[in-house]
């Protein structure tokens, strides 16, 4: 088997720092003629060791998938992450990647540290380097506006409804990969027709509930809109929905999976007296998401 220079980690957001990271893992690869691993810890650890503090999630296993498939990488390969795997030793976890990929070069971001404790940190893994025989690389952070890219960083942006700020750190963008459904069809009756999106995963991050103008990808095509996500107060339904207007578009979706990306909170949910005041409102929205997406 090939040598080869292997990262590790759940890489949730593929962020500006994960980039770091495997533009290390890939550079190095090439220049050594060796293959280009990264191993994927899913789920989330704190998934399975504590499980109430778990975060939501900024990249769900597809999205990740999606992102990684134009890093350059030779290999990904899904680590399942269970009590067993969290119990190791830092010892037995690198003995395992070497036997598995044949490790030769270890490359980690600045504040990875993992096995039993996370007691595997940059000293021990250095230490672990000199004596076994394979090299380690720690990654610096990236830092933006002053602070270290972090998954932690992002999801707080994402959480308060700081769309610029999290698309900064994670240099796109934030965004949901959903699949169309059919509605109720209410839209087209006033002259409004939407896409509706299956509920996502619950452990998806979303930002909080209201109007937005979006992007929408679908086949590799952007087509702009305005979003709302939340309740239906006018109808009297309180479920959170994910319903979007697609600008200058009447093709059927239905069975298609679209990629939505969040720019701008444009204002609340809110219910409306009557159809004339929802249909003016939603006039206002329109011009509103077209000169926000336009600028």
Known sequence: MIGSVVTVGTFDGMHLGHQRVLEEVVGRARAGGLASVLVLCDPHPLEVVNPQAAPKLLTLAEEKREL???A???RVVVLPFTREVAQQSP???IRGLRAEHALEQLVLGHDHAFGRGRAGDEALVRRLGAADGFGVAVVDAVRKDGQPISSTLIRTAVAHGDLASAERWLGRPY???GQVVPGAGRGR????PTINLAPPDGRKLLPPDGVYAVWVWWRGTRYGGMMNQGA???FAEQGRTLEVHLFDFAADLYGETVRVEWMQRLRD???FP???ALVAQLERDRVAARASLNR
């Open 72 to 74: 350059g990488l030779d």
């Open 274 to 276: 009557s159809r004339e």
């Open 269 to 271: 949910v809110q219910a």
């Open 68 to 70: 990684l498939s134009g």
């Open 91 to 93: 010892e037995d976890f």
């Open 175 to 177: 965004g949901l990969r």
């Open 232 to 234: 239906r107060p006018t």
């Open 189 to 192: 009756t006033i002259g409004v």
